[in-house]
């Protein structure tokens, strides 16, 4: 339980600091100026939630950088994204149900902005989301840009959340060509998914095919192989006046091999940044330690403590890598399980007599097959498909063991190799 609180604690940590620091992201982008000519060069793209108000713009990666607003430029293009600028009314009532009112009228006022392009071609569909209005889409009709439209309201008890879906009867008139369309755009909603799905099937009624359709992300996934050394360190504290004697043996450390397969899956958010990192492998660790005690010509005790144990291990990272770097730092979780037993045994005897008196050889851990469980902090450079990580963990070492706690401390050097 203390594991996951701390876990928790770090992660809420991680994110605040992360999502303080701004830091920039230029991608290969393109503008048109309001001269109509095309420049290529580079955008600071933060796969914006909301439709931004302006952009920084560098034609080389080394140059300065100019700011452009909606009224700057005719549209810019960056990644799979296309936004336009353009003159449009915004319906600004609140959509929360707590500041409804029963006014249906539409709240409107006008602007300059850049629109999101969702899809182009003979119907296009394009969408506004600002910081003081929910999502407004538009249909492009000549060389303007309509508003669909929709607001929530109370009736007039106050009562019932009600819905002015004033965008079906305009697509309706917008899309007449397909008379197969009425069924269908009556069940469509105000919601990007809905209304692209109502645009496809428009186009699929015509047989054709869109110049463009904005492509929604989706998360990647990277298998690949990874190996490495582990360097482990055990300590041994009891909790009770019977087992104190192991308090007083130390246990050396252990430098094994490790190697196993990983699975990565990027997040689509912040340009792919965020990553949900695990990877299963096997583990070995190999300690031994022993403790005399000597009183002469009564007992010469020597307890002797050898354990060496394989363990299959998954793990679990959220991961971040920060912007123009191959800086990639990870925070999570393991928990592994013993597959087979090298070593594992305690003894206690009495040396002064020849031969040595055995007052005690059991097995050290009698239950290998509880699980371990631990956390994880690491730290990776990526270069292409290759990385180089160091990972730190701490867990509760070998569990189930009777008034011994056992913390444990390795440190991994990982290569990994990504197969796609």
């Given at each position: 339980?203390?594991?996951?609180?701390?876990?928790?604690?770090?992660?809420?940590?991680?994110?605040?600091?992360?999502?303080?620091?701004?830091?920039?992201?230029?991608?290969?982008?393109?503008?048109?100026?309001?001269?109509?000519?095309?420049?290529?060069?580079?955008?600071?793209?933060?796969?914006?939630?909301?439709?931004?108000?302006?952009?920084?713009?560098?034609?080389?990666?080394?140059?300065?950088?100019?700011?452009?607003?909606?009224?700057?430029i005719l549209e810019f293009s960056v990644g799979e994204a296309i936004y336009k600028s353009a003159v449009i009314e915004i319906e600004q009532s609140s959509r929360k149900i707590e500041n409804l009112d029963a006014n249906k009228d539409l709240k409107l006022s006008k602007d300059t902005v850049f629109l999101e392009?969702?899809?182009?071609?003979?119907?296009?569909?394009?969408?506004?989301?600002?910081?003081?209005?929910?999502?407004?889409?538009?249909?492009?009709?000549?060389?303007?840009?309509?508003?669909?439209?929709?607001?929530?309201?109370?009736?007039?008890?106050?009562?019932?959340?009600?819905?002015?879906?004033?965008?079906?009867?305009?697509?309706?008139?917008?899309?007449?060509?397909?008379?197969?369309?009425?069924?269908?755009?009556?069940?469509?909603?105000?919601?990007?998914?809905?209304?692209?799905?109502?645009?496809?099937?428009?186009?699929?009624?015509?047989?054709?095919?869109?110049?463009?359709?904005?492509?929604?992300?989706?998360?990647?996934?990277?298998?690949?192989?990874?190996?490495?050394?582990?360097?482990?360190?055990?300590?041994?504290?009891?909790?009770?006046?019977?087992?104190?004697?192991?308090?007083?043996?130390?246990?050396?450390?252990?430098?094994?091999?490790?190697?196993?397969?990983?699975?990565?899956?990027?997040?689509?958010?912040?340009?792919?940044?965020?990553?949900?990192?695990?990877?299963?492998?096997?583990?070995?660790?190999?300690?031994?330690?022993?403790?005399?005690?000597?009183?002469?010509?009564?007992?010469?005790?020597?307890?002797e403590l050898n354990i060496a144990l394989r363990h299959l291990k998954l793990s679990h990272l959220l991961r971040y890598q920060f912007a123009k770097t191959p800086l990639v730092i990870g925070l999570g979780i393991s928990h592994a399980s013993v597959v087979s037993e090298v070593e594992n045994y305690y003894s206690?005897?009495?040396?002064?007599?020849?031969?040595?008196?055995?007052?005690?050889?059991?097995?050290?851990?009698?239950?290998?097959?509880?699980?371990?469980?631990?956390?994880?902090?690491?730290?990776?450079?990526?270069?292409?498909?290759?990385?180089?990580?160091?990972?730190?963990?701490?867990?509760?070492?070998?569990?189930?063991?009777?008034?011994?706690?056992?913390?444990?401390?390795?440190?991994?050097?990982?290569?990994?190799?990504?197969?796609?």
């Amino acid at each position: 339980m203390k594991l996951i609180k701390t876990l928790a604690f770090f992660t809420s940590y991680l994110f605040m600091v992360l999502n303080a620091v701004a830091q920039e992201n230029y991608v290969e982008a393109s503008i048109t100026t309001l001269q109509g000519e095309n420049l290529n060069g580079w955008i600071d793209y933060r796969d914006w939630q909301q439709s931004p108000s302006k952009i920084d713009f560098k034609e080389t990666l080394e140059g300065n950088e100019k700011e452009y607003y909606p009224v700057d430029i005719l549209e810019f293009s960056v990644g799979e994204a296309i936004y336009k600028s353009a003159v449009i009314e915004i319906e600004q009532s609140s959509r929360k149900i707590e500041n409804l009112d029963a006014n249906k009228d539409l709240k409107l006022s006008k602007d300059t902005v850049f629109l999101e392009t969702l899809i182009e071609g003979e119907v296009e569909l394009y969408a506004y989301d600002g910081k003081n209005s929910g999502i407004n889409f538009y249909i492009k009709e000549d060389e303007s840009y309509t508003l669909l439209q929709y607001k929530k309201y109370m009736d007039d008890n106050a009562s019932k959340v009600k819905e002015f879906k004033g965008y079906i009867y305009q697509l309706l008139q917008y899309m007449e060509k397909c008379s197969e369309m009425q069924t269908n755009l009556t069940k469509t909603v105000y919601t990007k998914v809905s209304l692209k799905k109502a645009f496809k099937n428009y186009y699929r009624c015509i047989d054709a095919l869109p110049d463009f359709e904005r492509k929604g992300n989706k998360i990647a996934l990277k298998l690949g192989v990874v190996g490495g050394i582990n360097y482990t360190s055990m300590s041994l504290i009891s909790n009770s006046q019977k087992h104190i004697v192991f308090d007083d043996i130390k246990l050396s450390n252990s430098v094994d091999a490790t190697y196993g397969v990983n699975l990565e899956a990027f997040l689509p958010i912040n340009q792919g940044k965020w990553s949900i990192y695990s990877d299963l492998i096997l583990t070995n660790y190999s300690m031994n330690g022993s403790f005399e005690k000597f009183s002469q010509n009564v007992f010469h005790e020597v307890h002797e403590l050898n354990i060496a144990l394989r363990h299959l291990k998954l793990s679990h990272l959220l991961r971040y890598q920060f912007a123009k770097t191959p800086l990639v730092i990870g925070l999570g979780i393991s928990h592994a399980s013993v597959v087979s037993e090298v070593e594992n045994y305690y003894s206690y005897k009495d040396v002064i007599f020849d031969p040595p008196v055995v007052f005690e050889e059991r097995e050290f851990v009698t239950n290998p097959n509880v699980r371990e469980f631990g956390l994880l902090l690491s730290v990776e450079v990526r270069l292409w498909r290759l990385g180089l990580e160091a990972r730190y963990e701490k867990s509760d070492g070998i569990p189930d063991l009777i008034s011994i706690t056992t913390p444990t401390n390795r440190l991994y050097l990982l290569a990994k190799f990504r197969l796609n």
